[in-house]
């Protein structure tokens, strides 16, 4: 019923899932992760019961092979199951029940295990996999990477009933918001006549909001671009009545825009929504 990625940066810091399926909310099913420890994708038949138990194998210091065995070795309804798991390190891991729906099957590398079940044939994978591993993609973001590839996968055929859902979960040591927690990308796609493309409308929406800016583009607070910023954020009904600092976090904490803010300074996006106010 689905096709997906587990993938690993390679620094290690970063593990996550995408997942696309005809099949309603596959994203709230499917997928599981742990910062700096791996994650988890069952399907097919899923098993739910896969994804702590993944992660607490794991835990325990198994291996992403050794990991995927224990899960399928005392399942009696393995046929029926897929499951793919990277951990820490090394080669990804997948299992691919006999009895699965064709075409169905798994491809596993370094940092990666890709897996699909009632697809148009192999070439989804294959597609998966050529996006995964184009070093360009290597070079960018972790979450647009799994969702390249997905994409890829997507355009290759996918879930050959057609598509109706698609999800993307990603894990990072302190990257959710604020610093606060571990989950740094968690959307979904639940029910959409296009849900990979919906995923990347969603993650544009994420990035602009979550994000923290390049500091290599940040702009100073003065001159005659403080003055331009005052004015426009006393137009708003944010007058600077301390420090332009705080004028500027009263509008950006109502535009959900805190996360991007750096004292003195101003990203030439936080700018660019400022303006179009």
Known sequence: MTFSIVGRSADGRLHGVAVASKFLAAGALVPAAEAS???VATQAHLNLS????????????????ET????????GERDHRQVGVVGPAG??????????????????GD?????????AGPRVLEAVRDAWLDPAAAAGRFAERLLRALAAGDRAGGDRRGRQSAGLYV??????????????????ADDHPDPVTELFRL????????EKPDPATLL??????????????????????????DALASWAGIENLEERLVPARIDPLVLDHLRAR
């Open 37 to 39: 420890l791996g994650a």
């Open 50 to 65: 896969y994804r702590p138990r993944g992660l607490d194998l794991l835990r325990e210091g198994r291996s992403a092979a």
């Open 68 to 75: 995927v065995a224990a899960l399928v070795s005392g399942d």
């Open 91 to 108: 080669d990804g891991a997948a299992f691919t029940g006999a009895a699965c729906h064709d075409w169905a099957g798994h491809l596993t």
């Open 111 to 119: 940092g990666y295990a890709i897996q699909g079940n009632i697809l």
């Open 171 to 188: 894990v990072c040591k302190g990257g959710g918001y604020g610093g606060t927690g571990d989950v740094l990308v968690d959307l979904r």
């Open 203 to 210: 993650l544009g929406i994420h990035t602009m909001l979550f």
């Open 220 to 245: 100073d607070l003065t001159g005659d671009l403080a003055a331009e910023v005052t004015a426009r954020l006393t137009e708003l009904g944010h007058p600077v009545t301390t420090t332009l600092d």
